[in-house]
């Protein structure tokens, strides 16, 4: 079993950048495909971007472009790095694990048995 822990959230004014962390306790962390999803009061949960063991990457429409997801291995972490942040990027960000490889797809919740307790960004206009 994989541990998660998000940091990194916090209120930023629109335009500016934030870096989440997910610090994971576990092993072996190289062999998991990870992560992000954000999730509102009411709304679906929603799949940001993924890494699986090998680097290769995934994003959905609302992180392409200016979201950055990345891992090291060494430090057990992954990393989102969110640039041009907007009001409607306010949310609660998740990280998710599972041992990969994943089954059907990387945007789906189910996907995922590990996750983190979530890290609170506000983005103000």
């Known amino acids: 079993q994989v541990y998660l822990e998000e940091s990194g959230g916090a209120s930023v004014q629109s335009g500016g950048s934030l870096r989440l962390s997910c610090a994971a306790s576990?092993?072996?962390?190289?062999?998991?495909?990870l992560a992000w999803f954000r999730q509102a009061p009411g709304n679906k949960r929603e799949g940001l971007a993924a890494?699986?063991?090998?680097?290769?990457?995934n994003y959905g429409v609302s992180a392409k472009g200016r979201f950055t997801i990345s891992r090291d291995n060494a430090k057990s972490t992954l990393y989102l790095q969110m640039n041009s942040l907007k009001p409607e990027d306010t949310n609660m960000y998740h990280c998710?694990?599972?041992?990969?490889?994943?089954?059907?797809?990387?945007?789906?919740?189910?996907?995922?048995?590990?996750w983190g307790q979530g890290t609170q960004v506000t983005v103000s206009s």
């Open positions: 998710a694990a599972v041992l990969c490889p994943l089954h059907v797809g990387w945007s789906l919740p189910y996907e995922y048995p590990y």
């Open positions: 576990g092993s072996p962390f190289d062999k998991y495909c």
């Open positions: 890494i699986d063991s090998d680097g290769l990457t």
